[in-house]
């Protein structure tokens, strides 16, 4: 079963907006078993939208569209798959009702514009939104399908959870029964991925060489390098079509052959699964029943903000303290005025003691400092831009590192929060 | 001139990876002129490459491409260029040398896998890729150029900024010289946005109504709404294109038009510019010499991490408290053990002490603090998830606001910071 995705918005096309809706969308079409073969941004313009649906249609059996549907004048998509399936817009109670009861306290809202939302194509199914005022409309052609969806995150995550996939999931069984659009149906695609820290993508691929090369045709191997990790991806897809497209007679079984991959890393893999690494850590401290708290110059909250990111994060999660300014690494920290002067904010001696100082402070079992120059301006040619000192202090030890992580801001705030969080993972796999 | 972006591997489409590439490039071909009229990602694949260049040649001069460019099997762009283009793989010895001095320290990397990278397309220009093994290619095809980069975000944006962009300047001008491909050349875009706070989108729409009616057809004036703000923003395209693609025989002022809009906004408008809130707040502290800190318990870390981001943040963000935990608040922020027990964490008396505690202890002028419920657990009948207390001690007085703030912890989490950052800059605004 394939799906297309196109997201509908000037904004996408002028990079005031990131997409972030299609990964979010493709991952969880993936667990059901659907495959998304293109993702397309397009302009509200609509010409162009209609060129993207005729396209989409002639690769796929499922369309998703998200954006466009708001109340105002840009937003076109509503007037424009009205057009495309030949069909008129009708007023719809209970979506009439629903706005209503969202807008009750809001009689400002409730204007001729927001009245315009209950207003649906004749020719479409419509299923609630059940957090804003754009109805899901759902459009069948030609025994394909296409779904429009609101293009705000939050309502569009809901939407694909609670009204979406189930409808999908239901209509793509009818398509099975009946055998047709030629679909492979909505059998299960399956990713296992492992995480390697410290091997570089080419030396990694050469000692992979014979197994990769021996691998059974539905398997297929990708390589994802970023920040100093390479996420290793086997994928397999339904049973009747390989990752190429061509036909497979036969399902291996890719749980034998990940772990013969897994075999082949060695201690070199520090995850074989593809959480973040903040998870992987949250993991392993909430099983040894400990804590953590940061200590952050160059990172400047960064680690904080990815510890507690994930629900439950209260179990071993305490706090951070953000010494940006020299003042606070010695203030609240309790770093040596000294040692600052001395050696400078980029160093061993006061990474080591921002690490003690806020494991001391928070009184939690583990603790990670960061110091670093992470540019533009700062850098000498002794420490140049990149340099960057990380200590992790736990209930035995305090131990310090110096890397040299790139060039770019973000690239090192982001290699400097990978590095970190890797080496703990390490440090508590042997521990 | 029109360009298209395809962004190119199996991780996009099964949603591993967020495209942040296209947005990024987006902005900065719209500063050039250059106007994207669509974004695709596809599968690391031949057969649909190949659909996706031909597509993308239809409708636009200019074809940029990113990923697959990796020494690994699965990275294949590189091989679907030289058919597409019916070319061949030669070595290109300053390629060569580049690598090899970009890996001197490494002779493990420096294998036969990374050996492949040196092998270009003889038919293709070949620009350096200054921090990255693979080069950038470019292809001219009837008066159209494609250009392939890597997907890695660093490699891409010095690769754009120092090679592609100049590469396009330079070949557009031969285009409008011989006046080929009908390219309306590179003409500015411009596009201006205004910030408004607190105005629902439909209610802000008919305050405009009568305005957006009577707007020149050379601009298009659309409304984004996210976290409670809605960014309004005004665009004109170039001189002999307008944004539905007719001819319009004059440009518009879109400086008066724009301050025309700005009258009908009044306060509601925070900014008129298209910059983050914590940008728009740093700038304001910056020109009162003032600083900031925050003491964060629902946002952990977020807020800090916005305020750092940008560089030079240093003459105004000193640093934060991340307080997840109680004892946190109490041990480093002072806030009475009494309240937590009493009011508990998300009250007001815990929030006003925590931003007064830590304007004292990182000894700044201003404070934000935050405590909420973001879910999924947690919230009880009286204080709902989403329920979050925000406070901002500032010199001369210290005030509180209790909001509400949605269902999902991360949408929680962004309105926590829109929020608290948009009610400080009002502050200064008017103070």
Redesign the interface.
Known sequence: MQCEIITIG???????????N?????????ACGI???????????A??IVA?LN?AFERADIVLTTGGL??????ITKHVLCDYFHTELIPDDTVKAHIEALYKD?P??L????ETQWLVPKAATILPNR?GSAPLMVFHKDNKILVSMPG?P?EM??AMTEQVLPYLSAHSAVFQRSGLSGAAGLNS?I?K?ALVYGV????L??RLEEW?NNLPADL???????DGIV?L?L?QYSNNLSA??GLSAQRSDSAAVFKQLLELLGDDCIATE?KPLESILGDLLKERHATIA?A?SCT??????L???Q????AF?????????N??KH??LGVRQEDLETFGAVSEPVVRQMAEGVRR???TDYAIATSGIA???GGTAEKPVGTVWIAWATPTETFAQCFHL??????ITDRTCVTSLTKLIKYLHIS
């Not at 570089?200 to 030396?203: A, D, L, M, Q, T």
């Not at 297929?220 to 970023?226: G, M, S, V």
């Not at 629900?311 to 209260?314: D, Q, T």
């Open positions: 000037d904004e996408l096309l002028i990079g005031q907006v990131v997409d972030t299609s990964a979010w969308m493709a991952t969880e079409l993936n495959e998304v073969k293109q993702i397309s941004s397009v302009h509200d313009d010409q162009h993207a396209e708001g109340p105002t004048k840009d937003d809001r400002d809202v204007n001729r514009l927001t957090v705000v939050y995550k809901i695609i990713h991925t570089p993508e080419s030396v691929a050469l990769e297929h191997l990708a390589y994802l390098p970023k996420r991806r994928s190429e497209g593809d940061t952050e400047g909250g960064k680690l904080a903000s510890l507690n990111k629900p439950g994060s209260s999660y305490f706090g951070s303290v953000v010494a940006y300014d003042s606070v203030n609240v402070l928070l009184k540019g533009p301006d790139g060039r770019l801001r973000e690239q």
